[in-house]
C-alpha cells in the first residue's frame, strides 16, 4: 500500500483511541473505520508496557499521550478500487507499460494490463509473508502474452515488479516486491492522535488473504502466517528453485543465454511446467525458432490441456506465425480454461485478443470469446460487435437480433446505438409495429438518411401513411440542411406517393411540384456549346459572367495537407507543347463543402458518402478531363468510406503509373523534405554497408529469392515499381510463413522479406505495398529503419559530421567517428560529397530540434505517399497497410483508423495532386 494520507478534518491531538483492560494489562485500541477511500483499518490494538492495576481508568486512553507502546494487533482491508486505484498511475512512460491494473480473486491477486507497445498480458501476484518478520512478499507468477511482442512473457514478473515499488517503499527482487505497509499504517494512524510510533518489532506478519471483495492483512505478535498452498505458486516456487542459474540469465537481460540453458535441460525437466513456459516464451521471440517454438508448445498443452497459461502461449505462437485461425481456436480455448480457474482477467484478456482478430479467426471460436467475454461484462461492445458480425456472415436472423438488442442497450456511441435500431428495424420487417418503434428511435438518435426512409417504408407498409410523410419531412430537412437538394427532392417525391396511398391527391400534386422545384435547383449550370469546335467536335465553353464561371484572376488554392503542386514543366521534366487549359469551372457549393468535410474527416463515412454522390452527380455536366476528375473523385470517396465501415471495393481506379520525379518530391511529407531526411536518404548507400546485417534470422536465404520459378507475379510487380518510381535495386526474398508484412534487410543490395501471404494478395495491395518498402529503402530506411531512435541519432550524427556540419554536444567518441569519416571519404564519390556538403549546414540544425519518432513518421507517410501515386486504389492500399504494419493490425480498428499514417494517406487521396496526376491516365 502506497503512503496514507492524512485527512484534512483530523483533529491534531484527537485522540479517538479506546482503553481497554486486558490480560491483566492496559491497552489503547483504535476503532474501526475508514483510512482512504476503499480502505478500512479493521483493528489496531497497543499495549501500554509496565501499566498494572490499580490505576485511574477514568482519565481514559489519553493519559498514555507520550507513552511509547507495543505493537500488540494491526488489522486493515483494501477493496478492489482501492488497489486498481493505488497501481494504475505506476504505468508510467518509461516503465515498459502502457496499462496496469490489479484485482483481487479468490485466493490470489491477478494483475492485467498492455505493454509498451500495446500487447495484453496478465499474471497472477501471490502475497507472501516474509519468514520470521512483518514484510510482505508480492510475489509475481503465471506470466502470459496474448499476441506476439519483443518482450518475451518470461520478462513480465520482473517488468511489472519494478513498475510497482512505487507502493508501500517496495523493494522488487526479480520477480517478487519486498512491500513494508506497517511503517505507513502506522504512522497514518498514531502521531495525529497524539500517539508515538510504537515499537512493532515483535509483531509478524500472521494473515495475508485475498479474496474477491478484497485484501486483508494482519500482523500479530503471538500467531504466525500460514505456508502457501496454490499450486502454481509452488510450482513457480520449485522452477525458480530448480533452474535458478538460468533465472540468473534471465533476470540479468541475457535472453540468448537463457535461451541456451532451458534448450540444454534433459527431456524429463524441460517437461517442468516452469521451464517449459520459459522456454516457449524465449523461443517466441525469434521468427527463424517458429518451428521449435510451435512443437514446444504444443507439447506443453499435451502435458496439462486445461492450463490457460500453455494455451496463451500457444496462440501467441501460432500468430506469430501468421496463422489466426489457429490462434483463435487457442486463445478461446485459453479463455475458458482461466474462467474455470476464477482468473477473470486472464479470460477476458484472452477473450478480447480472439476478438481482436476478427474475420480472420475461426467463427466457432469467435462466437465462444465472444459469449465468454459477455459472461463476465454484459456490456463488452467488442464481443457483440463480433455476435452481429458472426450473425450477418452466417445470416443468422436470432443471433443478429439477440447481438443488436444488446448493443442498442449497451453501447455508448449514439451513432452506433442508431445503427443498432436500424438494423433490428430491418430485421423485424415482418412485425411492422416492432419494426417502426426501432426505425423511429434510430431516427431520433441519428437522422441518417436510409434510416428515415425506411421508416417511411415502414409506415405506409402499415398504413401509417401520415406517420411516413412525417419521417420523409424530416428527411427532406436534414437534406436541405446539409445542401443535398437531389435527396431533398427524392424524399418530396416519396412524400407525394405517400399523401396518395392516404388518398390525397391535392397534397400529393403539391409535393411533386416541389420535387421538381427541388430538382431544377440541383442542376449545375449547362455549359454553352461554342461553335468554333470544328467540325463534329464542340468544346465546352462558359462564357463569362455566366452562372458558374469562374473568378478573373483566379486564385490558386492552398497546397491541401502538406502537398505542393509542381507546374507542368517542373512536373513533366520539360516545356509543354500545349497552351495551358481554361480554368475549370467551379464545383457546385453542395460539391465544394462536402469535399471540405472530407478532407477534415478523410475516413468518415457520413462525410465520404456525401462527397460521393455530389462528384457522381456534377461529373455528367463537365469538360471531359474535368469529367474524369470527379468521376475519379467519386470512385475515391466511396472506397475511402468503405474501407472505413470494412466493407471490400472492388470498383477501384488500380492501374499503375509512373510519377515524375519533381511530382514525387513534390508529394513528400513536409518533415521528409528538410536537409536531414534528404541527406540521410542521400548517404544511405555509404552509410549501410558500415553496419550490415543477414537474412537469418528472418528464416529466409538463397532459395527464397524472387525468381522466375519463385513468385513470378510478385517479381514483376516490384520490376514495375522500381521502374515508375526511380528506386535504387534491391533483393527480394519470399518468406514460408508470414501475412502482408515488407521487412527492410539492410544487406548488399537492400533487401525486402516478403511474408507469404503477399503472394496471394490481390494485385493492388501487393502493387502498393512493394512500391511502399521500395520507396523506404530510396530514402534510407534499410539501415534507419531497423535502429531505435537513440541510434538513428546517431547515424544522423555520423551523416551531419561527414557533411561538414556543426553539433554542440557530439555523441560519437572522437575515436570513433574519425574511423567512420574515413570509411565514409573512401566510399562516398566527389559528386555526392559537394551534394552532401551543402545540406550539412543545415541537417545539423535540424537533427538538435527534430525528434526521431517524427523523422520515421515521416518518412512511412512519404513512402505511402509515393506508393499510392504508382498503385492507386486508396481503399486497397489502406486496407494492405494496415495489414501490413503490425502495430496498425494489433488495434482496434478504430485505433487503426485514427492513426497517423492512415489518415495521412487517406487524406493523401483526396488531394488535387493526387486526383489530378490519376485522371490524367496512363
Request: glycine letters at 8%; one cysteine or more; charged letters at 20%.
Amino acid at each position: 500500500m502506497a503512503e496514507l494520507p492524512t485527512p484534512n478534518d483530523a483533529p491534531a491531538h484527537a485522540s479517538g483511541l479506546e482503553l481497554r483492560l486486558e490480560r491483566g494489562g492496559a491497552y489503547v485500541a483504535l476503532p474501526a473505520g475508514a483510512l482512504a477511500p476503499g480502505l478500512e483499518l479493521v483493528a489496531l490494538a497497543l499495549e501500554v508496557p509496565g501499566v498494572r492495576l490499580p490505576f485511574d481508568v477514568s482519565a481514559g486512553a489519553a493519559q498514555f499521550h507520550g507513552r511509547l507502546c507495543e505493537l500488540d494487533r494491526a488489522e486493515v482491508a483494501a477493496r478492489p478500487e482501492a488497489l486498481s486505484a493505488a497501481v494504475a498511475p505506476l504505468a508510467e512512460p518509461g516503465s515498459g507499460l502502457a496499462r496496469l491494473d490489479l484485482a483481487p480473486r479468490a485466493g490470489f491477486l491477478e494483475a492485467a494490463g498492455a505493454l509498451a507497445d500495446g500487447t495484453p498480458f496478465t499474471l497472477k501476484a501471490a502475497l507472501l509473508a516474509e519468514e520470521g518478520g512483518a514484510r510482505l512478499l508480492l510475489r509475481l507468477h503465471a506470466p502470459r502474452l496474448y499476441a506476439p511482442s519483443r518482450v518475451p512473457a518470461a520478462r513480465l514478473p520482473a517488468l511489472v515488479a519494478r513498475a510497482l515499488r512505487g507502493l508501500a517503499d517496495g523493494e522488487p527482487e526479480g520477480g517478487a516486491l519486498r512491500l513494508d505497509p506497517l511503517p505507513a499504517l502506522l504512522r497514518r494512524t498514531l502521531p495525529g492522535r497524539g500517539f508515538k510510533l510504537p515499537r512493532a518489532a515483535a509483531a509478524r506478519l500472521a494473515r495475508a488473504e485475498v479474496e474477491a471483495g478484497g485484501v486483508r492483512l494482519v500482523w500479530d505478535r503471538a500467531a504466525a502466517a500460514p505456508a502457501p498452498a496454490d499450486p502454481d505458486l509452488l510450482l513457480e516456487l520449485e522452477g525458480a528453485r530448480v533452474f535458478a542459474d538460468a533465472e540468473r540469465l534471465l533476470a540479468a537481460g541475457d535472453l540468448g543465454g537463457a535461451l541456451a540453458a532451458y534448450r540444454a535441460l534433459d527431456r524429463a525437466q524441460a517437461a517442468h511446467p516452469f521451464a517449459s513456459a520459459r522456454l516457449v516464451s524465449l523461443l517466441a521471440l525469434d521468427p527463424s525458432h517458429g518451428a521449435e517454438a510451435l512443437a514446444a508448445a504444443t507439447a506443453a498443452v499435451a502435458r496439462r490441456p486445461d492450463d490457460a497459461g500453455a494455451l496463451a502461449a500457444l496462440a501467441q505462437v501460432r500468430a506469430g506465425r501468421g496463422e489466426p485461425a489457429a490462434a483463435s481456436q487457442a486463445l478461446a480455448a485459453a479463455a475458458a480454461a482461466a474462467a474455470r480457474h476464477g482468473e477473470e482477467s486472464s479470460a477476458l484478456a484472452a477473450a478480447e485478443a480472439c476478438l481482436a482478430l476478427g474475420p480472420a479467426a475461426e467463427p466457432a471460436a469467435l462466437a465462444r470469446a465472444a459469449e465468454l467475454a459477455l459472461g463476465l461484462r454484459k456490456d463488452h461492445l467488442a464481443a457483440l460487435r463480433a455476435l452481429v458480425a458472426l450473425g450477418e456472415r452466417g445470416e443468422d436472423r436470432e443471433a443478429l437480433l439477440r447481438a443488436c438488442r444488446r448493443l442498442a442497450a449497451y453501447a455508448p456511441d449514439t451513432e452506433e446505438k442508431a445503427a443498432a435500431h436500424a438494423r433490428l428495424g430491418r430485421l423485424l420487417a415482418a412485425d411492422l409495429p416492432a419494426a417502426r418503434l426501432h426505425l423511429d428511435h434510430a431516427a431520433r438518435l441519428a437522422r441518417a438518411p436510409e434510416t428515415l426512409r425506411a421508416l417511411a417504408r415502414t409506415c405506409d407498409e402499415a398504413g401509417e401513411h401520415l406517420r411516413a410523410v412525417r419521417a420523409l419531412d424530416r428527411l427532406r430537412d436534414e437534406a436541405l440542411a446539409r445542401g443535398e437538394t437531389a435527396l431533398a427532392a427524392e424524399a418530396e417525391e416519396e412524400a407525394a406517393v405517400s399523401w396518395e396511398k392516404a388518398g390525397q391527391p391535392e397534397n400529393a400534386a403539391l409535393r411533386r411540384e416541389e420535387a421538381a422545384r427541388l430538382r431544377r435547383a440541383a442542376l449545375p449550370p449547362l455549359p454553352a456549346l461554342s461553335p468554333e469546335g470544328g467540325e463534329g467536335d464542340s468544346q465546352v465553353v462558359i462564357p463569362p459572367g455566366a452562372p458558374g464561371a469562374p473568378a478573373t484572376p483566379a486564385t490558386p488554392a492552398a497546397p491541401a495537407h502538406g502537398v505542393s503542386s509542381p507546374s507542368p514543366r517542373e512536373a513533366g521534366g520539360g516545356a509543354s507543347p500545349t497552351p495551358p487549359a481554361p480554368a475549370a469551372a467551379p464545383l457546385p457549393p453542395a460539391l465544394s463543402e462536402a469535399l471540405a468535410a472530407a478532407r477534415a474527416a478523410p475516413l468518415d463515412p457520413a462525410a465520404l458518402a456525401p462527397l460521393a454522390r455530389h462528384a457522381a452527380s456534377a461529373a455528367p455536366w463537365r469538360a471531359p478531363a474535368e469529367r474524369r476528375r470527379l468521376e475519379l473523385l467519386a470512385r475515391t470517396a466511396a472506397a475511402l468510406g468503405a474501407f472505413a465501415e470494412g466493407i471490400p471495393l472492388a470498383d477501384e481506379d488500380a492501374s499503375p503509373r509512373e510519377p515524375p520525379p519533381a511530382l514525387r518530391a513534390a508529394v513528400a511529407h513536409p518533415s521528409s523534405r528538410g536537409a536531414l531526411p534528404r541527406l540521410l536518404a542521400l548517404l544511405a548507400p555509404a552509410l549501410e554497408p558500415l553496419y550490415q546485417s543477414g537474412l537469418a534470422h528472418r528464416g529466409v536465404g538463397p532459395a527464397d529469392a524472387l525468381g522466375p520459378a519463385h513468385a513470378p507475379e510478385l517479381l514483376a510487380l516490384l520490376a514495375a515499381a522500381r521502374r515508375a518510381l526511380g528506386a535504387r535495386a534491391c533483393a527480394a526474398y519470399l518468406r514460408g510463413e508470414g501475412g502482408l508484412e515488407v521487412q527492410l534487410e539492410n544487406t548488399q543490395p537492400p533487401s525486402l522479406v516478403l511474408g507469404r501471404e503477399l503472394a496471394r494478395a490481390p494485385a493492388p495491395a501487393a502493387r502498393f505495398l512493394l512500391a511502399r518498402g521500395l520507396a523506404l529503402v530510396d530514402l534510407g530506411w534499410a539501415l534507419a529503419g531497423r535502429l531505435g531512435p537513440e541510434a538513428r541519432g546517431l547515424l544522423c550524427e555520423l551523416a551531419c559530421r561527414f557533411a561538414g556540419g556543426a553539433l554542440a554536444a557530439p555523441a560519437i567518441p572522437a575515436a570513433r567517428a574519425e574511423a567512420l569519416l574515413a570509411a565514409l571519404t573512401r566510399t562516398v564519390p566527389a559528386a555526392i560529397r559537394s551534394e552532401a556538403a551543402a545540406l550539412g549546414a543545415a541537417a545539423s540544425a535540424e537533427l538538435a530540434v527534430t525528434p526521431q519518432p517524427q523523422l520515421a513518421a515521416a518518412a512511412r507517410r512519404t513512402a505511402s505517399r509515393l506508393a499510392l501515386l504508382h498503385a492507386g486504389a486508396p481503399g486497397a492500399a489502406l486496407a494492405a497497410l494496415v495489414e501490413s504494419e503490425r502495430p496498425l493490425r494489433e488495434r482496434p480498428r478504430p485505433e487503426a483508423l485514427a492513426h497517423g499514417d492512415v489518415r495521412d494517406l487517406a487524406a493523401f487521396a483526396l488531394t488535387d495532386v493526387w486526383l489530378d496526376f490519376r485522371a490524367e491516365g496512363p
